[in-house]
C-alpha cells in the first residue's frame, strides 16, 4: 500500500517481516513465506493448499515444472523473457526489458574460462566447500546460471559472488551445512 516500514515488522499475528544475515523474510499467517536477498534471489514457499490455485513467475505450484510457463492469458510459451516480460505488471523506471530478439549470450569457448575452481567450478567440485549439499540441492542449474551469468558479465566478481550465494541460500534453506567458501581473494 505504498507505506515504508522498518525491519522486524509485525502486523498483529497476520503478517511478519524481519531481517537474517543478508536476507530478508515475509511470514504470514496463512502460510505464506518469502525470502529474498535485496538483489536477484527470491524464494516463494506456499501450503500445498494453494496447489493449482495460483499463477505468475512462480508458476502454479503444482509440483510440475513443465507446465509453469504460463502466460496471464492462460497460454503457455517456452520462451523464458516472454514468460517474464508477460507479468511484468507496471512501468518502473530503470526496470525495462533491454533484452529482445537476439540477447546477448556466450558460446562454451567463452564460458570455459569460468568452469574452474575460481569461479563457477566452485559449486560442482566434488570436494569442494559445498559437496555435503550436492545430494540435496543439484548444483548443475546453479553452475549452468553461474557460467551463465558470469561469462556474460565478463567475470565481475559481484556477479560471480551472487550466483554462488544463491546456491549456498538454497543448501541452508534445507538446512546443509556449508564449509567456509568465502577468502580475502573470493567473495
Known amino acids: 500500500n505504498?507505506?515504508?516500514?522498518?525491519?522486524?515488522f509485525r502486523h498483529h499475528h497476520q503478517l511478519h517481516a524481519y531481517t537474517s544475515g543478508v536476507h530478508a523474510f515475509l511470514q504470514t499467517d496463512f502460510g505464506l513465506a518469502v525470502t529474498f536477498d535485496w538483489h536477484s534471489y527470491a524464494r516463494v514457499l506456499?501450503?500445498?493448499?494453494?496447489?493449482r490455485s495460483v499463477c505468475g513467475l512462480c508458476g502454479n505450484a503444482d509440483g510440475n515444472p513443465a507446465n509453469d510457463f504460463t502466460l496471464p492469458d492462460g497460454r503457455s510459451t517456452t520462451d523464458e523473457n516472454t514468460f517474464g516480460n508477460s507479468w511484468k505488471v507496471s512501468d518502473v523506471p530503470g526496470c525495462d526489458a533491454p533484452c529482445t530478439g537476439d540477447c546477448g549470450v556466450c558460446n562454451?569457448?567463452?564460458?570455459r574460462a569460468y568452469r574452474g575452481d575460481k569461479h563457477c567450478g566452485l559449486l560442482v567440485k566434488p570436494r569442494?566447500?559445498?559437496?555435503?549439499c550436492h545430494g540435496v540441492v543439484d548444483p548443475a542449474p546453479y553452475f549452468e546460471d553461474c557460467l551463465f551469468d558470469v561469462c556474460l558479465y565478463k567475470g565481475h566478481q559481484e556477479v560471480l559472488c551472487r550466483a554462488v550465494a544463491a546456491y549456498v541460500t538454497a543448501c541452508q534453506s534445507r538446512r546443509v551445512s556449508i564449509a567456509p567458501w568465502r577468502t580475502a581473494a573470493f567473495c
Open 2 to 8: 505504498g507505506l515504508l516500514v522498518n525491519l522486524p
Open 46 to 51: 506456499l501450503p500445498t493448499t494453494y496447489s
Open 108 to 111: 562454451e569457448a567463452e564460458k
Open 128 to 132: 569442494g566447500p559445498f559437496a555435503d
